[in-house]
């Protein structure tokens, strides 16, 4: 991934890798707030997070929203 990001002209690439750590940081703020229905779940998806480094976060956004437990009501879920 850092091999890819480098390749770019030199302001091109550098936007992109800011782009991506705040994408990734976004990803694990998520996580470590939010509850799962199995405790394990969290510590398995910060191990994808840090070491999928480049396919993680899209893997962890298209994946965990079915999969968390919800919060609050269960008749005002938003």
Do not use: C, E, H, Q
């Not at 770019?8 to 799962?36: C, E, N, Q, R």
């Not at 969290?42 to 070491?51: A, Q």
Request: avoid cysteine; proline fraction near 5%; hydrophobic fraction near 55%.
């Amino acid at each position: 991934m850092v091999m890819f990001i480098f390749n770019f002209p030199t302001g091109l690439g550098l936007i992109f890798g800011i782009l991506y750590f705040v994408y990734w940081l976004s990803a694990m703020v998520d996580l470590i707030k939010s509850d799962f229905k199995d405790p394990n779940m969290k510590l398995i998806w910060i191990i994808v997070l840090i070491f999928a480094n480049p396919i993680g976060p899209v893997l962890y956004f298209g994946l965990v929203k079915n999969r968390r437990r919800t919060r609050g009501s269960k008749y005002f879920n938003r």
